[in-house]
């Protein structure tokens, strides 16, 4: 059998070099694309099994609560409150004569609860919770402490992941609602105290042709949201190599991963719901 002769690269012609280069690029690319996926796909299986050691993750579903929740409702009112403001100077100044001012509030409402209040939440939380969770399950992975316990007979996804994904599902709605709340608020204060528009005339904007399913279709995505950036960072940090960089490389990774799904979610969610919203 004759053996193959491996010709370096640099010695084909130059046509013949940069399509070389190029089919290896992209046959490397594709077949990262799929490792990443099966990876996922395991870790999602890992996950699945995890849940059935409620001993393990049930202790410290609470203490990520508040991680994850309570301490990121500060920063939520701070986002939620300059965005309804900034919203309601916008509409305002952009409404032509005769326009009733009541228009104001609708679209504040509207605005807030349906998109910028969720979302923002998501993608603020993906910078402060999932870089977060990827440097900490990251530093485990690095400095061997995922490996201890599995010499304890812990299961590592039940202890460090599960209850992060209880904690980030539970609490992201509830920081949605805060920021909806504070996002109208903010937007009536400034419509008021700033402008022409009347507490009257916002408050009957608010309220006209207000349906439950907008608060319920706000809370579907918060709720899409914090799976998805709990799973994404979590799996980033367990998968983490060994050194410093590359934590920071995980963490990196995450923060953009998490918040580019958190948009695809978004889309898919106005695609698949958003005709509901009609009244």
Same mark, same amino acid.
């Given at each position: 059998m004759t053996d193959v002769i491996h010709q370096p690269t640099d010695t084909y012609p130059i046509v013949e070099r940069v399509l070389l280069r190029f089919f290896r690029r992209m046959s490397q690319a594709t077949l990262? #694309? #799929?490792?990443?996926?099966? &990876?996922?796909? +395991?870790?999602?299986?890992? +996950?699945?099994?995890a849940f059935g050691e409620p001993e393990t993750y049930l202790p410290l579903v609470v203490p990520q609560m508040r991680a994850i929740g309570v301490d990121s409702v500060p920063l939520t009112i701070m986002v939620?409150? #300059?965005?309804?403001?900034?919203? *309601?100077? &916008? !509409?305002?100044y952009q +409404?032509? $004569?005769?326009? &009733?001012? *009541?228009?104001?509030?609708? *679209?504040?409402? &509207?605005i807030v609860i349906l998109e910028t209040g969720p979302l923002l939440t998501g993608l603020v939380l993906a910078g402060r919770v999932g870089a977060k969770m990827t440097a900490e399950i990251g530093t485990m992975r690095v400095t061997e402490q995922i490996d201890a316990l599995e010499t304890l007979a812990y299961? $590592?996804? @039940?202890y460090l992941v599960v209850p992060r994904l209880i904690a980030a599902v539970v609490?992201?709605?509830?920081?949605? !609602?805060i920021a909806n709340i504070c996002g109208v608020l903010s937007g009536m204060m400034a419509a008021v105290f700033l402008t022409d528009v009347q507490l009257s005339q916002f408050i009957e904007g608010v309220r006209l042709g207000f349906d439950q399913f907008q608060v319920t279709y706000s809370? !579907?995505? @918060? /709720?899409? #949201?914090?799976? @998805?950036?709990?799973? +994404?960072? /979590?799996f980033e940090g367990y998968v983490t190599e060994a050194g410093a960089q590359g934590v920071g490389k995980s963490t990196a990774k995450a923060v953009v991963i998490s918040s580019i799904w958190i948009l695809i979610l978004d889309a898919? /969610?106005?695609?698949?719901?958003a005709p509901y919203l009609q009244g």
């Open positions: 990262g #694309f #799929f490792g990443g996926v099966g &990876q996922r796909v +395991l870790f999602l299986r890992d +996950l699945r099994r939620a409150a #300059f965005i309804g403001g900034v919203i *309601s100077l &916008q !509409i305002r +409404l032509f $004569p005769g326009i &009733q001012l *009541s228009i104001v509030g609708l *679209s504040v409402r &509207q299961d $590592p996804v @039940a609490m992201l709605p509830v920081l949605a !609602i809370l !579907i995505k @918060a /709720t899409l #949201f914090g799976a @998805a950036i709990a799973y +994404l960072c /979590t898919l /969610t106005a695609v698949l719901l």
